[in-house]
Every structure is written in structure tokens, then in C-alpha cells.
């Protein structure tokens, strides 16, 4: 099956900004691939280069050599069959939460009352029925979190790429996202990267996890098919016993390499 997304061979080297003599390679000979429907974790020491894979893969980040494949079509520019969502937050303060969610149908010059007939069911999925009127600063974490769930999905993106969204989060609210995010995923099937350091939260969401090695030249070092049954609820399925046996194994890999970025963002600082 040609794969939704696909990062062949993707090395990324950057120039330090102080001393261009200076080169710094964060991603070396990295290959992913995710195929449609499937939903892919990928975790690793902090620094170690996830957020720079996801940059590739979303078309914001050129890569140094390699190249990336989306549905077999060479990504040139902006991934347009991708839609993100990142640890930061990303709603516009002057807009309301439904002005917010139909931002995107809006560059796509959707017809407006379409537009906001979509954003009140996106906004009622998430669980935001009543909420359309709110700006972002009336919201709480949870609920601008949701807000931009709903920006992202209302769009419909055939990938779905995902960096910590919920780290702000605490642990209930995060992970009553996660299930939600899991029970909108099961609807509709998309390929998602999903970056994260959590290795509870990797295990508990996906059908695969990869994991990375520390920096400099980060790579896969390990694969894990997650062979859990679905439907999860991401809480209660850190109790089962294969739950816990994956775990153990993916530990024991990243473990080590947790370690070493530790050791280099000591140094670092
Ligand atoms: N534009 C850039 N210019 C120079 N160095 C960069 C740039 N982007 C990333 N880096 C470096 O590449 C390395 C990997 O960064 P990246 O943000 O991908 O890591 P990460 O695994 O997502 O980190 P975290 O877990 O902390 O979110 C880091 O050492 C970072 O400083």
C-alpha cells in the first residue's frame, strides 16, 4: 500500500546562527513511514529531532538530503493533505472559538454560513455545544485545546500531524483528550504522526512507536507494533498486562538514550 506519508532517507543539518562555521546535525539517515489510517508515535530524548522530522513532514522544514512522499506524490512546499496541531497554542486571541474553528474554511473560501453550520458541529463534537461565542482567554486550557482539535479536523486532512498538543494539559484533562482524540480518529481512520516524550501516552493511543535515539544524528533505533486491543480508554489500559510488558520493552531501548540527552542538555547549559 503506498503510504500516506512517507520520509525517505532524511538527514537535516543546521548552521549555527552565532558561527556559520558551525553545523549541527540533528536528524541523520532517518526513514518513517505511516501508512493511511494508521496512527504512528514517535518518542525520544528531549532535543533529540521529533519536532524537526514533524517539520519535514509537514513541508515547513526542507531536509538536507532525503526526500518525502505524501499519498506517493513528492512533497514540494506546504504538506496541503496535512493539518497540525502543536504543543503550542495556535488560536487567534481576537477571534471566537467558532471564528477560531471555520479559520481555515475561511482561507478556503467556504461559503460562510456553511462555514459556521460545520464549525457549531465541530465545535459540539469536541464538546463545546455553547461555547462558540467565547474568546480564547474565556476558555480554559482543556477547552482551547479542544478549540483547536476542531480547527484542525473540521478540514479534514487526510494526515494528521501532532507535536505534545496536550503537555500543557494536567494529567484527567489530558487524558480525556487523549480518548476523545482516539474516539474521532476511529471515525474516521487519517495517518497520524504523533510526536511525544510520554512513553505511557505513545503506548496507550497507536498502532506503532518509534523510538529515537539522542542527538546529534538522531535515527530509529526501535520499532513496536502496539498490538493492544481498540477501542482503548488511555487510562485504563496502562493496567493490562501487555500494556505494561510493552512498556518494558520500549523502556528498556529509549531508556539509555533519555540518559544520554539528559547528559547533553546538561552540558548544553
Ligand atoms: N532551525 C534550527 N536551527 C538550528 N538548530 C535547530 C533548529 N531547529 C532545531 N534545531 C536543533 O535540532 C535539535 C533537535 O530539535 P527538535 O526541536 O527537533 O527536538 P525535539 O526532540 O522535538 O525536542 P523536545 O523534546 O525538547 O521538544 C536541537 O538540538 C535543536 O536545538
Known amino acids: 500500500m503506498t503510504p500516506a506519508l512517507f520520509l525517505d532517507n532524511i538527514s537535516c543539518t543546521f548552521i549555527s546562527k552565532d558561527d556559520r562555521s558551525q553545523r549541527y ?138 507535536d505534545e498538543p496536550f503537555s500543557a494539559l494536567d494529567i484527567q484533562t489530558r487524558q480525556l483528550m487523549e480518548n476523545e482524540v482516539l474516539e474521532l480518529w476511529s471515525a474516521k481512520r487519517k495517518a497520524v504522526l504523533f510526536i511525544t516524550h510520554d512513553l505511557d501516552e505513545a503506548i496507550a493511543m497507536s498502532d506503532r512507536v518509534i523510538v529515537l535515539s539522542a542527538g546529534p544524528g538522531t535515527h530509529p533505533i526501535g520499532e513496536f507494533v502496539i498490538d493492544l486491543p481498540r477501542p482503548r480508554d488511555v487510562a485504563e489500559i496502562r493496567s493490562e498486562p501487555r500494556f505494561v510488558e510493552l512498556h518494558q520493552q520500549i523502556w528498556s531501548v529509549l531508556r539509555d538514550e533519555v540518559l544520554k540527552g539528559y547528559q547533553q542538555q546538561k552540558k548544553a547549559a
Open 25 to 162: 546535525t540533528a536528524v541523520a539517515d532517518t526513514s518513517l513511514s505511516i501508512a493511511p489510517g494508521e496512527f504512528v508515535s514517535v518518542v525520544g530524548p528531549t532535543g533529540c529531532g521529533k519536532s524537526t522530522l514533524l517539520n519535514v513532514g509537514a513541508g515547513l522544514l526542507q531536509p538536507s538530503t532525503g526526500s518525502v512522499k505524501v499519498f506517493g506524490e513528492p512533497l514540494l512546499g506546504i504538506n496541503r493533505r496535512a493539518g497540525y496541531m502543536f504543543q503550542a497554542e495556535a488560536l487567534m486571541p481576537w477571534r471566537s472559538a467558532l471564528q477560531n474553528v471555520i479559520a481555515g474554511l475561511q482561507y478556503r473560501e467556504t461559503d460562510e454560513s456553511k462555514a459556521r453550520q460545520l464549525g457549531e458541529e465541530w465545535l459540539a463534537r469536541v464538546g463545546l455545544q455553547g461555547f462558540g461565542d467565547r474568546y480564547p482567554h474565556q476558555l480554559s486550557g482543556g477547552m482551547r485545546k479542544r478549540v483547536a482539535l476542531a480547527q484542525t479536523l473540521i478540514l479534514d486532512p487526510d494526515i494528521i500531524l501532532m
